[in-house]
């Protein structure tokens, strides 16, 4: 077996983890990653069937029963991964109930994954079903964007729309636009259906007041969609109380499109 300490989808993990904190987007031990992990990308480093303990989910997974995924633990600071990838980080297999984690590697001191696990299982199965490539799901906590929750009007349509003329950009990164659910208790069964909900129309979730959700094909799909969202965000925050002289229109936002043959999210443009 290969040392999984040396494994790209590791590293790249651990590199996002710490450009994600770097930008203040994960205080403390805010933020959750998780990988889905195809068999021969892990076959060489690890035993699918070795299996170091088993720690039910709470729910059920069913679409995802058999599959492994590389997911952050509960309480782990994204600090502190590159200096102890295994006792921050877990890969386990789904059971073939898919109701248990089948710990293969990682938290190593007794931990767990994440507290977020039904969004990220949900959305998985969520964005899967309508992207076969997709193997990322994503959150955390960006300034901005959680900023906007507070004085922006939560429609979808709306907060979307107001990303989109924050730069030219947002449209050309998210045109599937952004879902926004409104404040609910974190952690729970309820706000993993609600993302999943979210996910089968966009990559990108806002859980008002807490953060946001980014699903893609790969780390740098996911964080990229965060990392353009939020730079919206920053532009609204700074501007929203000035008067505006000019600004991005939706013909604009249409020429866009048409340039770059974007499948921009039907009935978002005016
Ligand atoms: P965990 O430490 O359980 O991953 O929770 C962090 C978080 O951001 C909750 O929404
Ligand atoms: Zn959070």
Redesign the pocket.
């Known amino acids: 077996m290969k040392d999984i300490l040396t494994a790209p989808f590791l590293t790249e993990m651990a590199r996002t983890a710490t450009n994600m904190y770097r930008l203040g987007w994960d205080e403390r031990?805010?933020?959750?990653i998780s990988l889905l992990l195809d068999e021969e990308t892990l076959a060489p480093y690890l035993d699918r069937g070795h299996v170091l303990r088993e720690i039910p989910t709470g729910f059920q997974a069913p679409a995802l029963a058999g599959r492994c995924f590389l997911v952050?633990g509960?309480?782990?600071y994204f600090k502190n991964i590159p200096d102890d990838p295994e006792a921050n980080l877990g890969i386990f297999r789904l059971n073939d109930d898919g109701d248990a984690a089948q710990l293969l590697w990682g938290y190593s001191d007794g931990g767990s994954f994440?507290?977020?696990l039904p969004a990220h299982l949900m959305s998985h199965m969520a964005r899967l079903q309508v992207d076969p490539a997709h193997r990322v799901v994503l959150?955390c906590?960006p300034d901005n964007l959680l900023a906007m929750t507070f004085v922006h009007d939560l429609d979808e349509r709306a907060f979307t729309r107001t990303l989109w003329r924050m730069c030219t950009e947002c449209v050309m990164v998210f045109p599937d636009g952004v879902g926004v659910l409104p404040w609910m208790v974190?952690?729970t069964r309820e706000i993993g259906l609600a993302t999943a909900e979210k996910m089968r129309l966009s990559r990108l979730a806002v859980w008002a007041h807490?953060?946001i959700y980014a699903a893609g094909a790969s780390l740098d799909e996911a964080f990229g969609l965060i990392e353009t969202a939020e730079k919206g965000a920053g532009i609204y925050m700074k501007i929203a109380h000035l008067p505006w002289k000019q600004a991005i229109t939706d013909q604009q936002l249409r020429q866009v499109a048409a340039r770059f043959g974007l499948k921009v999210r039907p009935g978002y443009l005016d």
């Open positions: 031990n805010a933020g959750n952050t509960t309480g782990k994440t507290s977020e959150h906590h974190c952690g807490h953060g």
